[in-house]
């Protein structure tokens, strides 16, 4: 039994069936909590306690998975793509939109932290917590942070923005398709877009572009932000 547990296809195959369970629980209730990437880690955290496979064991197999992510990316170019026209219509304002918002989203979770008391090292953790997890964990490395960490509240992050952020715009009364779509890519890089998809085509491309600009906005504004909360307020 151990050898099967700890063969690398067990990981892909629980990894799969957990996601693949998980999806049609989301879709036969539409229940915001049942969001499948959350109770896919959830289950997952579960099982493995409960199986007694430690984490580095499973990943072995599990890192397979993660090889997709890169195609998955490049794919989100395609409705990006179809909804161009109409997106090149609001260019200047988008732009400056996720600049704003880059700038938002790091300065808040940065300062908040370091306001609670958050060490140096947990505050470049957190910092770049709204962009796809490649990017904010070489960001967090430049700056001093910890990238498992940040890995984990980047995850986090697009959790929580998937599962309350479209209700949370609605109950704002923010309608607008393409401001929908690039608030919840900003926040919450590409879970949350896969969310924004569900919304719309036009949400879910807006979403993605905002992906692709908050990653460079980010990878540029952070040092300087955290630079400036550490030597100069």
């Known amino acids: 039994m151990k050898a099967i547990i700890e ?6 195959m629980i990894t799969f069936l957990v996601f693949y369970l998980a999806s049609k629980l989301y879709n036969k209730y539409r229940f915001i909590l049942f ?7 959830t289950s997952l955290i579960l ?62 979770a940065a300062l908040t932290a370091k306001l609670l008391g958050a060490s140096k090292v947990v ?28 890995a984990a509240i980047v995850i986090a992050t697009g959790v929580l ?30 879970i949350g877009t896969a969310r924004a998809f569900e919304e719309g085509e036009l949400e879910g491309a807006s979403s993605s572009l905002a992906i692709c600009l908050n990653g460079i906005a980010t990878a540029i504004f952070t040092p300087i932000i955290f630079y400036i909360i550490y030597k100069l307020l």
């Open 7 to 12: 063969n690398p296809i067990f990981s892909v």
């Open 35 to 41: 969001n499948p990437v959350l109770i896919s880690i």
């Open 47 to 108: 099982l493995l306690k409960l199986i007694n496979l430690d984490y580095h064991t499973y990943f072995k197999g599990a890192k397979i998975i993660s090889f997709f992510l890169g195609p998955s990316v490049v794919a989100l170019g395609v409705p990006l793509y179809l909804q161009f026209e109409e997106i090149k219509k609001r260019g200047i304002s988008i732009i400056i939109s996720i600049i704003i918002g880059s700038i938002v989203g790091i300065l808040s």
């Open 123 to 150: 505050v470049a953790s957190i910092a770049p917590k709204s962009v796809t997890t490649p990017i904010a964990m070489g960001i967090s490395k430049k700056i001093g942070g910890i990238p498992s960490l940040t």
């Open 161 to 190: 923005g998937a599962v309350i952020g479209p209700a949370f715009l609605k109950l704002t009364g923010i309608k607008n398709k393409v401001a929908v779509g690039l608030a919840i890519g900003s926040a919450s890089h590409g």
